[in-house]
């Protein structure tokens, strides 16, 4: 008999899950296994996932096992292996009859979210569960959410993977190679554009980033501008977010975690800090991790970092360090 895995989407009538939900079954993701959904949305739009469900069915996955959709996170929670938090609410929108259109309203009213949630997995949850944060503010969330749970056994993450996702891209052309030839692309700090995605480190055909990159100009004001404000760029263009670069980023993310990670190499995901390159204390921030052959997700604790990549990490655990101040009372 196959085994089988449980995953938690919320968001899931969102655009991010209508490019994720279909990958998790389709058996690339989870390799072999049988994946039982649980979607979960707020009550005002649940129906519709009844239409996504159809759409699943129409699919003809072979690898999708029961599939239900709810606004209870609870009842969704039980016994899950995975979580992927994507609902969130978005910039702008009018809540509780008041525009969001600050940083410290958004931090708020998402970490409020984080908080409910966190309690239902670290109470309903797998001992060993994994759980990534996509919904912004990431980082912040994710913290909320750990925090809430008080269950150190499951591994929090908030997803960094499309930012190193973008920097593969833009180093594989300054390069002039494949993507595949880019390893070790590590985001440290915050999700948001303080990130800084680290050059020097990456491993190319054999050879450190920093041995290929010694143009400081373009590092300036093309690779980090262009990294950094990718997102703001999409959203400009497209009037949207990014969707289906996110799915894919949250599926590489899962497929990082649920595989050992091959030797000398890592991947990206922010984690709770450790001490670990002295970062701050108690903050959830971009990291290189590996998977070990027994499954479990580490800090990979080698990496040399330049006093030009200190100096930028240290401007992203700021930024985190005033998000977490913002939130205070919801991390008691
Ligand atoms: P959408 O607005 O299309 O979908 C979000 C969905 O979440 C909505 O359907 C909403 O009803 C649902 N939702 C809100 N609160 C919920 C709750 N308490 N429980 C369950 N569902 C809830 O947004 P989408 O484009 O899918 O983006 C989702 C989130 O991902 C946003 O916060 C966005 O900023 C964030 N992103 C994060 C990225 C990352 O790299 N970490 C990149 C892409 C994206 O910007």
Redesign the pocket.
């Known amino acids: 008999m196959k085994e089988r895995i449980k995953v938690v989407v919320?968001?899931?009538?969102?655009?991010?899950?209508y490019s994720l939900i279909p990958r998790l079954v389709d058996g690339h993701t989870f390799g072999d296994k049988i994946v039982d959904l649980e979607l979960?949305?707020?009550p005002?739009?649940v129906d519709k996932l009844q239409g996504l469900i159809m759409e699943l069915e129409d699919s003809n996955f072979p690898n999708m096992g029961n599939v239900n959709f709810t606004s209870d996170?609870e009842s969704a929670a039980k016994d899950a292996d995975w979580f992927l938090l994507?609902?969130?609410?978005?910039r702008g929108i009018v809540f509780n009859g008041k525009k969001i259109e600050e940083r410290a309203d958004l931090l708020q009213i998402n970490g409020g979210?984080f908080v409910g949630?966190g309690q239902a997995i670290g109470k309903y949850g797998k001992s060993d569960a994994k759980i990534l944060v996509?919904?912004?503010p990431?980082n912040t969330n994710a913290l909320i959410g750990r925090h809430a749970a008080g269950n150190d056994s499951q591994l929090w993450m908030?997803?960094?993977m499309?930012?190193s996702s973008r920097a593969r891209s833009v180093l594989s052309k300054k390069l002039n190679v494949g993507i595949e030839d880019i390893s070790k692309m590590i985001i440290w700090g915050n999700?948001s554009p303080t990130m800084y995605p680290d050059f020097e480190n990456i491993i190319s055909n054999g050879e450190l980033g920093k041995n290929l990159i010694d143009d400081m100009n373009w590092v300036n004001n093309d690779f980090l501008p262009i990294v950094q404000q990718r997102?703001k760029a999409v959203i400009d263009s497209r009037g949207?977010?990014?969707?289906t670069s996110?799915a894919k980023?949250a599926l590489d993310t899962v497929i990082a975690c649920e595989n050992p990670t091959k030797s000398g190499e890592c991947f990206s995901a922010a984690v709770i800090t450790d001490g670990s390159y002295n970062l701050p204390h108690g903050i959830v921030c971009g990291m290189p991790l590996m998977t070990t052959s027994e499954g479990s997700v580490e800090i990979v604790r080698d990496i040399v970092l330049s006093d030009f990549a200190k100096e930028k990490i240290k401007i992203s655990t700021n930024e985190l360090i005033e998000e977490r101040s913002a939130v205070e009372d919801l991390l008691k």
């Open positions: 919320t968001g899931a009538a969102g655009q991010i899950s979960v949305e707020i005002q739009v996170f994507v609902g969130s609410i978005p979210i949630q996509v919904g912004n990431a908030a997803m960094t499309l930012d999700h997102g949207a977010s990014s969707a996110a980023a």
